[in-house]
């Protein structure tokens, strides 16, 4: 796990600052409560929580569920997210994304905010508890931030879009693809944003 984050923290970073930047300010006006979706180690949450700070000039994050089948990845996350600077709650939920009830969820945020760090194109990502979640608390505005590699191929490269294609009454706020061969980065990208509000 030590040799994941040495590897591969920058290549993170730089792609989830790049979405963050990218949110459009009126979206993060209320509390937030932040659901980290295969959090890993937490890198995403991590980033979330230092651009919210840094933007806003305090914290308006209340809560983070971490959602991780692994319990040695999940046990990292919920230390170093504990490590950060906030006056937030820290829930996890280590199971698979399928095996998740509803009522496993506490959301005190008027604004939930689902980061899904190299998530969706996973084929293990079906994304229907999220979905399901999002039905359930239809009075929350839902602000999903994707960030995975770019597969420019069919398959795995088109689960981005057919995963956006089932997220009913949402908008894409912000849709970002470079393939390694396509810019000056040593790595791939894509983002998207999705919003309810």
């Known amino acids: 796990m030590k040799a994941y984050i040495a590897l591969y923290w ?16 009126t979206l993060l006006l209320k509390n937030i ?22 933007t806003y000039g305090k914290n308006k994050i209340k809560d983070f569920t971490l959602i991780e089948p692994s319990r040695h990845c999940l046990s990292m996350a919920t230390t ?25 969820f506490i959301l005190e945020g008027e ?29 929350k505005k839902h602000l999903l931030v994707c960030v995975s590699p770019f597969y420019p191929e069919d398959g795995r490269g088109k689960r981005m879009d057919e995963f956006g294609d089932r997220l009913s009454g949402f908008k894409t706020i912000y849709l970002f693809e470079k393939h390694v061969d396509d810019w000056n980065e040593n790595y791939s990208c894509q983002i998207r944003i ?3 509000i």
Not at 85 to 101: A, L, M, P, R
Not at 112 to 137: R, T
């Open 111 to 139: 604004t939930i905010v689902h980061l899904l760090s190299n998530v969706v194109d996973m084929p293990e990502f079906e994304g229907n508890q999220l979905i399901e979640l999002i039905k359930q608390k239809r009075q």
């Open 10 to 25: 920058d290549i993170h970073q730089a792609k989830l600052e790049r979405a963050f930047k990218n949110i459009p300010g």
């Open 194 to 196: 999705f919003s309810n």
């Open 80 to 104: 170093y997210l504990n490590d950060c600077t906030g006056d937030f709650t820290v829930y996890f939920i280590s199971e698979k994304e399928e095996d998740i009830e509803i009522n496993d």
């Open 33 to 54: 409560s932040v659901i980290d979706w295969g959090c890993g180690q937490g890198l995403a949450s991590i980033l979330f929580n230092d651009f919210i700070i840094e």
